[in-house]
C-alpha cells in the first residue's frame, strides 16, 4: 500500500524516518553511519548516495536524533516507495522471503 501512494501522508513522515533508524540500530552494526552510508548507496547507487547521504536524516532518524515536525518543509522524504526500498535493501538477518512480496520474521 505504502508503495503505491505518490506521497505519505505528512503525520506518518517522522515515524518512517524514525522506524528505519531503529532497524539499522538493531541490525547491529557498530556504526550506525558507515551502515547508513552503505544502505543509500546499496538503494540509490554511488552518485545518488552523495547526495542522499547529505540528507540523510529526511529518511533515517536515529532514535538519539530529535523528530522535529511533520509540517517543516523538506524535513522528511515523502514518497513511501523509497521508504520501501530503503527497508527492503537492509538485509536484516531474520528476514526471510515468504511467497511473492511478502515476508515473515523468523524470531527463533
Given at each position: 500500500?505504502?508503495?503505491?501512494?505518490?506521497?505519505?501522508?505528512?503525520?506518518?513522515?517522522?515515524?518512517?524516518?524514525?522506524?528505519?533508524?531503529?532497524?539499522?540500530?538493531?541490525a547491529g552494526s557498530s556504526d550506525?553511519?558507515?551502515?547508513?552510508a552503505e544502505l543509500l548507496e546499496?538503494?540509490?547507487?554511488?552518485?545518488?548516495?552523495?547526495?542522499?547521504?547529505?540528507?540523510?536524516?529526511?529518511?533515517?532518524?536515529?532514535?538519539?536524533?530529535?523528530?522535529?515536525?511533520?509540517?517543516?518543509?523538506?524535513?522528511?522524504?515523502?514518497?513511501?516507495?523509497?521508504?520501501?526500498?530503503?527497508?527492503?535493501?537492509?538485509?536484516?538477518?531474520?528476514?526471510?522471503?515468504?511467497?511473492?512480496?511478502?515476508?515473515?520474521?523468523?524470531?527463533?
Amino acid at each position: 500500500m505504502v508503495r503505491k501512494l505518490p506521497r505519505v501522508p505528512e503525520t506518518d513522515r517522522p515515524q518512517f524516518a524514525r522506524n528505519l533508524g531503529r532497524m539499522i540500530e538493531a541490525a547491529g552494526s557498530s556504526d550506525v553511519h558507515s551502515r547508513i552510508a552503505e544502505l543509500l548507496e546499496d538503494t540509490f547507487g554511488c552518485e545518488g548516495a552523495a547526495s542522499a547521504l547529505k540528507k540523510r536524516k529526511r529518511y533515517v532518524r536515529l532514535s538519539t536524533e530529535p523528530l522535529p515536525p511533520a509540517d517543516t518543509p523538506g524535513e522528511y522524504h515523502a514518497h513511501g516507495a523509497t521508504f520501501i526500498r530503503l527497508a527492503e535493501a537492509l538485509n536484516l538477518p531474520w528476514r526471510t522471503p515468504v511467497g511473492a512480496g511478502r515476508m515473515t520474521f523468523d524470531r527463533s
